[in-house]
């Protein structure tokens, strides 16, 4: 049976317009401009189809932070499932299920933080261990001895990594909080590249070729392109719109992982092309995780990871190091 979640509209394709400015609620802040433009830098890019092979078999594993997965796609963190999605279901319930459903389709879950920190942010590190998935918890920049607190108690945990949505120093709720979240520079991060110890260290909400190069030099082993899916600037370009600049600027410096308005296989494939080691989704698997649990999660990743194969298969690319710019081509609008 299905479950509700009133607060999002459920539209044929979730492309921000429908829900702009909806916070609490899964919009993107202000007029919805840089979710919107998230979805829509998409249509800048086509495939080139390339059926002219032998190829038999597509493979379509990768390997990020020593783990293989069943293609090159994770799920993004999202906090506070009852207040965004209008749901009954707590943020420790959604992400048991979704542990569950990204081990059983060998992918990695992100999971999110908030401002209560036994709801938000340890039963959900808590699940990825409970189930046996492999999880990174995604703390908040919140000032440093709350970080250290957050990162000591993960640390005897069981989880792939440690993240942090530095773009969230811009929510209007955590900005004005009795815990109050900051920015973080070349020094913040390496302080806290070291409290994580030896597990991976991922700075997501970047999106400049400056803000990546600081985050390499601190020590991060990952960033993600991101800009919190639209929630925290409005007015911003999309995110498809600054990946090959930054991975011009690092590319093999450190994993470079992007999200934002991926909606399809074909979306994944694009960015992979572009040089991306991998992509995050957020609303969509969210939604379905939701309302469906574990079952509505793996349906939807299973579904974007046919229409990547298909992509694969259409393009000519039997492995993942076959996809490269020259399967897609940039159109004039
Ligand atoms: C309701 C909601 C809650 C979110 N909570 C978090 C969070 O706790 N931590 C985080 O890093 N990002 C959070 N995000 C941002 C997502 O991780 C991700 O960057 C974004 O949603 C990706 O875009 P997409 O949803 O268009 O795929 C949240 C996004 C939404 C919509």
Redesign the pocket.
Known sequence: MKREANLCRKCPV?NGNACKGEIPG?GGIGQGIS?IN??QAFKKIGLLIDVVNNIKDINPETKLFNKSISFPMMV?????IKN??GTDVTDYEYNSDLARACKDTDTVC?V???IDMENMFHLPARAIQEQGASGFV?I?PWIMDKVTERINLVNEFNVLGI?M?ID?AGLPLLRNSATPVENKDYHGLKKIKELCKDKPFVV?GIMTIEAAKIAVAAGADGI?I?N??G?VLDDCVGTMDVLEEIVEAIKGETTILI????RTGTDIFKAIALGADGV?????I?LACATEGDEGAKKAINKLKSEFIHAMRMTGCATIKDINKSKIKKLTM
């Open positions: 979730c899964v979710f998230n979805v993004a963190p999202i906090a506070g965004n999605y992100f999110g933080d908030g995604t908040k993240a949505d969230a997501k993600v991101s919190h899916g929630r999200d934002g308005g991926f995050l989704v957020g609303r969509p969210a």
